[in-house]
C-alpha cells in the first residue's frame, strides 16, 4: 500500500506528529529560557541545568529511581520471561488458567488499584514501606509486560530447534539457556527496557507504595508539578527525554548496523 | 500372491524375511489419542538394523507422530517402543540413542555449522580434540568441509539440509530418523539427494526411519515401505510389493496411478477367476486366490499394464470407449477412455519414437485391453 | 503437545513456579485483601481500618464483622456516582477524538512510502518511552491562561480575553488523546499496513470512486484495528489518575483521582478499596470484549 500518498495523506502524517511532538519540543526550549517566568522568553540560558545539579533532593530522588529501575527491571524480565515460557511451552499444569490470568491482569488494572492493593498488603504483613516495598511493586507489574514481549516472540519461534536441541542430547534447562534464549534475546532485551522505562515513568503506584526516604523523581516532580510550571522542572525532564532520545537512538542504530554486518556477511558468503 | 518374485532391490538384504533375525525397534501395540483424536491407532512395526524403512501417507495419517514417539517428543498413550532390547518408555529424548533430521533442518540460527554440529557433541562431554575430528569426518562425508564457520542463514537450501544431515549423523545414533529429509528442496536437487542418501546410509550401515508423502521418494530410497492411513498400517512392504502387490485398494490407490474394476466372482478355478462388472463388462483375472465365488472382488491395474489401439483387439479383458482426453506428458501419453457406462479408464502409452504410430483423437472411438495377469483381484 | 518434551523436570518447576508465586503473594493476595477491606469498618487507627491482619485469628472476627456499609455508602454518595459516569464519559470522548486523529495519520502512515514506514513507526513509538509525567506536565505551560497558546491566539488577534483550559474536561481531553495516540494509531496501522492494496484496485477497476472504496472496503477491513486501538485508549483512560489531578484541577471528578483523594485525604481505606472494586467490575465489561476481539485476530491469523 505505498500508492497514494497525497497530499491529504501527507498533511494527516506532518499534524499527527506536530501533535504529538510539539509539546516536547516547546519543553525543551523552554528548559533553556533565562527568564524565570516559564511563558516569556527571556534569552538563552543554562541557568537552571547548572541549579539541578546543586538540588540535593532532585539528585537524591533520580538516583532513588535509577537503582529501583535497574533492579526491578532485571528481575522483572527474569520473572516475566519465565512466565513467557511457561505460558507457551507448557500447555498444561494445574492452576493454568489462573497464571494466565495473573499474568495478563496487571496490563490492564488501572495503576490506582495496583498501587493500593500492594500497600494494603505491606501494611497487613508489617513490611517497612521504603526503597524494597517501590522495587517489589515495579517487578510485579512489569514482568507483566517483559511477559507478554517474550512470549510473543516465543509464539513465531520454530519449535523444532528446542526439538533438535534435546534430541542432541541437551536437558530441558540447557536447551532454553543455550538454543532458547540466545534466540529470543533481543525480545528479551526489549523486555528489560520496557521494564526499566516503566519504572522510571512510574507514579501512581511508586506513590502508594514508596515510604519515608525512598521519593522516586517522578514523586518528586509531581509534587513541584502541582505548585506549577517551573523552569527547573523543564530542565529535569528535557535531560530525561535527552537520555531516552538517545538510548532508543543508539539501540536502533546498533540493531541497524548488525543487520547491515549480517548482510554483508551473507553477501560475501553467497559469492 | 506372486510376492516371493517381487524382492528387495537388494537381493540379499532382507531381515524382515528370516525369523531368526531379532528386529532392531519394536513398536508394540502403540496408541497415540490428542485430545480424543487418534493419531495412532494400535500399531505394531518391527523395524530391522541397517534398514532403510519409509512411512509413506498423506498428511495426518500418523506417520509423524510415529517419528516423534520414537524420538521421544511425544509419549504413547497405549503401548511401548523397544530400542535394541531397551523400553524406551520413559525416557526423555535428550537420553535416546536415536537422533532426528527435522523437516525444517532446525539449524541453529546463532551458532556456525561447527557449532551446531558440536552441539550434540558437548552434550555427551566429548573431549575438544575428539570433537573436532568427529566434526570434520562428518563435514567431509556431506562435502561441507569449506563451509564450517558459516552462519545457516548464509547457507542455501541444499547446504543446510546437508548440515542437518550432518549434525544428526555426528553423535552416530543406533537410528537416524528423517523427518521429510527433502520436502524443501526442489526437483532437480531432491532427485540428486535422494540417491546420494540410499548411498551414505549403505556405506555408513546405519538404520535410517524416514517419513514422507512423496511415494516417488519412499519407493526410490527405502528398503520397505509402510504406507500409513487414520492411525493404520495399511501394508508393508518393499516398493515392487507395494507397487504390484498392494494388499488393497487405498494402497493400490495411494501408490501411483490404477484402474479399479468392481465385480462379481462368477466363477472360480484354483487362481483363475472371472469378474463380472455390474454394466456387463467380464474380467478375466490370475491372482484371484483370495477372492471367493460370489463374493464382490476388485480388479486394479495399472495405466501402463494396458494397451491402446484405434482398431478393435481379441483376447479377453477389451475394453471400448469414447477418447475423453489426451495428456502428452513427454515420455509417455496419457490416454483417458470413457467406457459406456460412463466410468473413465486411464492408459499410459510409452513414446518410444519421437512421433507416435498411435493416430488418435478426441472423441474417437478407442479399444484398450490388458492380460489376465496385469493387475490383481483385491478383496479389500 | 511438547509438554511431554520439555519434560516435567526441575525446569519446568522453576519456569512455572517462580513467577506464580510471585504473581500470588504480589498480586492475587493483595487483590483478596482488597476485596476484604472494602467489607470492613473503618476505625480512627492506623492501619485505619478494623480488623488488622496482625494475628491470624483476627482473620476469623474480620468474616464476622463483615459489612456492604462501604458500598451502600458509594452508593448513596452522588460524589462517587458523578466520578464513575464522569470517568466513562470522558474516557469514552477521549476515545472518539483520538480516533478522529489517530485514524487519518495511521491511514497516512500505510500509504508512505515503503523505505519511510520503519522511520515514522519509531515516531510513533518513541514518545512511550519518554515519561508519562512529562508529557502531560508539557502541555500544562501550553493550555494555562497565560500560556503559549493563548499568546499565539493572542498574536494572531483570534481571541481577546484568555481562553480558560486547564482545569476544564477540555484540558483532560487533549490530555488523554494525546497520551494515549500510540495506542490507538498502532493496531490500526498495523491492520492498514497488511492490507493487500490489490482490493482497491479490483474495487476502482469494479468502478467504485476513492472515497467510496474507503467506506466499503478499508475502513471495514480496519474495524478490528480500530476496536482494538479503541479499547487500548477507553480502558486506561477511565482509571487515569495523573492526567485529571493535572490537567483538570478541582472541579472534574474522575473516579482515579476520587480514589486517590479518599485514600491519602480521608485515609478512608474501607471506602477506597470499596471504590477500587467497583471500578474493577466496571471495567470487566469492556476488557472481556476486547480479550475477544484479541483472541478472535490471534485465531484468524
Keep these: ?271 | ?380 | 503437545m511438547a509438554a511431554s518434551g520439555m519434560g516435567k523436570g526441575v525446569f519446568r518447576r522453576v519456569a512455572i513456579g517462580l513467577p506464580y508465586l510471585w504473581l500470588l503473594a504480589l498480586f492475587l493476595i493483595p487483590f483478596l485483601i482488597v476485596l476484604k477491606i472494602s467489607v470492613s469498618t473503618i476505625a480512627t487507627a492506623i492501619p485505619p481500618y478494623t480488623p488488622t491482619f496482625g494475628d491470624i485469628s483476627t482473620w476469623l472476627d474480620g468474616i464476622r464483622q463483615f459489612t456492604f456499609e462501604n458500598y451502600l455508602w458509594i452508593a448513596s454518595d452522588s460524589l462517587y456516582i458523578t466520578s464513575y459516569l464522569e470517568s466513562l464519559k470522558i474516557a469514552a470522548i477521549s476515545t472518539v477524538l483520538t480516533l478522529a486523529i489517530g485514524y487519518p495519520l495511521a491511514y497516512g502512515m500505510a500509504r508512505a512510502p515503503q523505505r519511510m514506514k520503519p522511520l515514522l513507526l519509531m515516531l510513533v513509538i518513541l514518545p512511550f518511552w519518554t515519561s508519562f509525567l512529562i508529557r502531560v506536565y508539557a502541555w500544562i505551560g501550553i493550555l494555562k491562561p497565560e500560556g503559549l497558546l493563548n499568546q499565539f491566539l493572542f498574536f494572531l488577534g483570534v481571541i481577546d480575553a484568555p481562553l480558560i483550559i486547564t482545569n476544564t474536561p477540555v484540558a483532560i481531553y487533549i490530555g488523554i488523546v494525546y497520551s494515549y495516540l500510540p495506542f490507538m494509531v498502532l493496531p490500526i496501522f498495523a491492520n492498514l499496513d497488511k492490507m493487500d492494496g490489490r482490493l482497491l484496485e479490483a474495487a476502482a477497476d469494479l468502478g467504485s470512486t476513492p472515497l467510496r472504496a474507503f467506506w466499503t472496503i478499508t475502513f471495514p477491513l480496519s474495524l478490528r484495528g480500530v476496536l482494538a486501538g479503541a479499547f487500548l485508549v477507553f480502558i486506561p483512560a477511565v482509571g487515569e489518575f495523573v492526567i485529571p489531578d493535572l490537567l483538570g484541577g478541582s472541579r472534574t471528578l474522575m473516579i482515579g483521582k476520587t480514589l486517590w483523594m479518599e485514600f491519602f485525604n480521608n485515609r478512608d481505606w474501607p471506602v477506597s478499596s470499596a471504590v477500587a472494586i467497583i471500578l474493577l467490575l466496571i471495567l470487566v465489561v469492556p476488557i472481556v470484549i476486547f480479550q475477544r476481539i484479541q483472541d478472535r485476530q490471534e485465531a484468524s491469523r
Design chain 2, 1 to 380: 500372491m506372486k510376492t516371493q518374485s517381487l524382492g528387495s532391490i537388494r537381493k540379499s538384504f532382507a531381515p524382515w524375511a528370516d525369523p531368526s533375525e531379532k528386529p532392531l525397534i519394536r513398536f508394540e501395540n502403540v496408541t497415540k489419542t490428542f485430545d480424543g483424536f487418534t493419531a495412532v491407532d494400535d500399531l505394531s512395526l518391527d523395524i530391522y538394523t541397517r534398514e532403510f524403512f519409509a512411512l509413506l501417507g498423506a498428511s495426518g495419517c500418523g506417520k509423524s507422530t510415529l517419528l516423534r514417539m520414537l524420538a521421544g517428543f511425544e509419549r504413547p498413550t497405549k503401548g511401548r517402543i523397544v530400542l535394541d532390547g531397551e523400553d524406551l518408555t520413559g525416557i526423555p529424548p535428550y537420553r535416546r540413542p536415536v537422533n532426528m533430521m527435522f523437516q525444517s533442518y532446525a539449524l541453529f540460527p546463532h551458532m556456525s555449522v561447527a557449532k551446531n554440529i558440536a552441539f550434540g557433541l558437548k552434550q555427551d562431554g566429548m573431549a575438544k580434540s575428539e570433537r573436532e575430528d568427529r566434526i570434520a569426518e562428518v563435514l567431509k562425508l556431506v562435502k561441507m568441509e569449506r563451509f564450517a564457520n558459516r552462519k545457516p542463514d548464509q547457507l542455501s537450501g541444499g547446504q543446510q539440509q546437508r548440515v542437518a544431515l550432518a549434525r544428526s549423523l555426528a553423535k552416530r545414533p543406533k537410528v537416524l530418523l528423517l523427518d521429510e529429509p527433502l520436502g524443501a528442496l526442489d526437483k532437480k536437487l531432491r532427485e540428486e539427494t535422494q540417491f546420494e542418501l540410499t548411498d551414505l546410509q549403505y556405506d555408513l550401515g546405519m538404520t535410517f526411519i524416514m517419513v514422507t508423502h512423496d511415494q516417488e521418494e519412499a519407493m526410490t530410497m527405502a528398503d520397505r515401505i509402510a504406507v500409513m492411513d487414520q492411525g493404520h498400517i495399511r501394508q508393508i512392504g518393499t516398493p515392487p510389493e507395494i507397487y504390484e502387490a498392494p494388499s488393497s485398494r487405498f494402497v493400490a490407490d495411494f501408490v501411483g496411478s490404477v484402474n479399479i474394476f468392481e465385480g462379481k466372482v462368477a466363477k472360480k478355478t484354483g487362481e483363475r477367476v472371472t469378474l463380472e462388472t455390474p454394466s456387463g463388462g467380464v474380467i478375466e483375472a490370475d491372482n484371484g486366490g483370495a477372492a471367493e465365488a460370489g463374493s464382490t472382488a476388485w480388479y486394479a491395474v495399472r495405466p501402463e499394464k494396458l494397451i491402446i489401439s484405434a482398431e478393435p483387439l481379441d483376447g479377453p479383458n477389451v475394453f471400448s470407449g469414447e477418447v475423453w482426453e489426451i495428456a502428452y506428458i513427454g515420455d509417455m501419453t496419457l490416454f483417458h477412455l470413457k467406457l459406456d457406462d460412463g466410468s473413465i479408464l486411464r492408459v499410459s502409452m510409452v513414446n518410444r519414437a519421437r512421433s507416435s504410430p498411435l493416430q488418435l483423437t478426441w472423441h474417437e472411438r478407442a479399444w484398450a485391453s490388458f492380460a489376465p495377469d496385469a493387475g490383481l483381484v483385491l478383496v479389500r
Design chain 1, 1 to 271: 500500500m505505498n500508492k497514494g500518498w497525497t497530499g491529504f495523506n501527507i498533511a494527516s502524517v506532518v499534524i499527527g506528529f506536530a501533535f504529538l511532538y510539539l509539546p516536547i519540543v516547546i519543553l525543551v526550549i523552554y528548559s533553556f529560557n533565562a527568564s524565570q517566568l516559564v511563558t516569556v522568553w527571556g534569552g538563552f540560558s543554562t541557568r537552571w541545568y547548572g541549579q539541578l545539579f546543586s538540588n540535593r533532593g532532585l539528585l537524591d530522588a533520580a538516583w532513588v529511581t535509577l537503582r529501583v529501575g535497574l533492579l526491578s527491571a532485571t528481575v522483572a524480565t527474569i520473572l516475566g520471561t519465565l512466565a513467557a515460557v511457561a505460558l507457551t511451552r507448557y500447555t498444561r499444569f494445574r492452576g493454568r488458567v489462573l497464571f494466565t490470568g495473573m499474568v495478563y491482569a496487571p496490563l490492564v488494572m488501572p495503576e490506582v488499584i495496583t498501587g493500593l492493593s500492594l500497600l494494603l498488603l505491606f501494611v497487613a504483613i508489617d513490611f517497612d514501606r521504603g526503597f524494597w516495598t517501590v522495587t517489589l511493586a515495579h517487578v510485579t507489574f512489569s514482568m507483566c509486560f517483559v511477559a507478554v514481549v517474550v512470549q510473543s516472540r516465543l509464539l513465531s519461534f520454530d519449535r523444532s530447534l528446542e526439538e533438535a536441541a534435546m534430541d542432541l542430547g541437551a536437558t530441558p534447562a540447557r536447551t532454553f539457556l543455550f538454543v532458547t534464549l540466545p534466540v529470543v534475546w533481543p525480545a528479551v532485551i526489549a523486555g528489560w527496557m520496557l521494564a526499566f522505562t516503566l519504572s522510571l515513568d512510574d507514579l501512581v503506584i511508586a506513590s502508594f507504595t514508596s515510604g519515608p526516604g525512598a521519593t522516586t523523581l517522578p514523586m518528586k516532580i509531581y509534587s513541584q508539578v502541582r505548585l506549577g510550571v517551573t523552569p527547573e522542572i523543564n530542565a529535569v525532564c528535557t535531560i530525561l527525554v535527552g537520555l531516552v532520545t538517545l538510548g532508543v537512538i543508539t539501540a536502533t542504530l546498533v540493531n541497524k548496523r548488525r543487520e547491515v554486518k549480517k548482510s554483508r556477511e551473507g553477501e560475501l558468503a553467497m559469492a
